[in-house]
């Protein structure tokens, strides 16, 4: 099963049950999925990443965890947790809604966010989202994802991010505007649908008030990392 259709199972059910009328049955599903646990070799250091996502409900209605960040230099540089409650509206599109929480780097923030997560035409796979921070602060983030089946089991993943804030937060090294962008190429090897290894490339920077934040501490705010780890869903 390619990764568009893991993504869009839940739409499709939601779809046949209001077509139906809602004769159909209404399995309660779940998932794990991780889409990036890795190491990465950079001009800064080797750093362990991972991004990795759970849901469960039913057709329409779920609850989803999603959680990313960095461990580097024996210490936790970045963590972020989200709660979110997702409703499908339309076959492939979900809206989600909830809370998330900026645990590294300290101190702790917390965020209302507001998104959408799917499948854009000609397979995007596309998460937007909206934070709404203490004092008015607001933040955005989009990441898309595209895949290129070179055969049935491999598969090259090419993917953007980028985070913008509308003010600084000096006690966090995070400036208001265009924060940070990153873009990357990830080849994977499906030894079964559920588990393949990868490798690749990515590139990060920083921007205005973030990058002058990390250049005030001694850190660089551009890198080029090769990569390499596992992706798996269950």
Same mark, same amino acid.
């Given at each position: *099963?390619?990764?568009? !259709? ?24 779940? *998932? +794990?999925?991780?889409? !990036?646990?890795? %190491? ?26 999603? @959680? ?5 230099? $024996?210490? @936790? ?11 499908? #509206?339309?076959?492939? %599109?979900?809206? !989600? ?5 900026? #645990? ?9 966010? +507001? ?13 937007? !989202? ?29 993917? +953007? ?10 006690? @966090?090294?995070? $400036? ?22 990868? +490798?690749? #490339? ?16 001694? $850190?660089?705010?551009?890198? @080029? ?10």
């Amino acid at each position: *099963m390619k990764k568009h !259709q893991l993504l869009t199972v839940s739409a499709l059910f939601a779809a046949n049950s209001v077509i139906a009328g809602g004769m159909e049955d209404d399995p309660f599903l779940t *998932m +794990v999925k991780i889409d !990036q646990f890795e %190491w990465q070799d950079g001009s800064g250091g080797d750093v362990l990443s991972w991004d990795a996502q759970a849901w469960f409900g039913k057709d329409l209605h779920k609850l989803w965890v999603k @959680t990313e960040g960095e461990y580097a230099g $024996g210490q @936790t540089e970045e963590a972020e947790v989200q709660l979110l409650y997702s409703r499908a #509206i339309m076959p492939y %599109w979900d809206i !989600q809604a909830g809370w998330r929480r900026d #645990i590294r780097p300290a101190p702790d923030r917390d965020w209302f966010t +507001v998104g959408f997560k799917g499948l854009a035409p000609y397979f995007f796979e596309v998460d937007a !989202q909206l934070f709404f921070g203490e004092s008015g602060r607001l933040g955005a983030r989009f990441k898309a994802e595209y895949e290129l089946m070179f055969t049935q089991r491999l598969v090259l993943s090419p993917e +953007v991010e980028l985070n913008w804030y509308s003010g600084d937060d000096p006690d @966090t090294g995070i $400036g208001g505007g265009l924060s940070d962008a990153s873009a990357g190429l990830r080849l994977r090897y499906e030894i079964r649908r559920e588990f393949a290894p990868y +490798v690749g #490339i990515e590139w990060a920077r920083q921007f205005g008030a973030t990058a002058d934040f990390t250049e005030e501490e001694g $850190g660089d705010i551009s890198d @080029t990392r090769l990569v390499a780890g596992i992706r798996a869903w269950f």
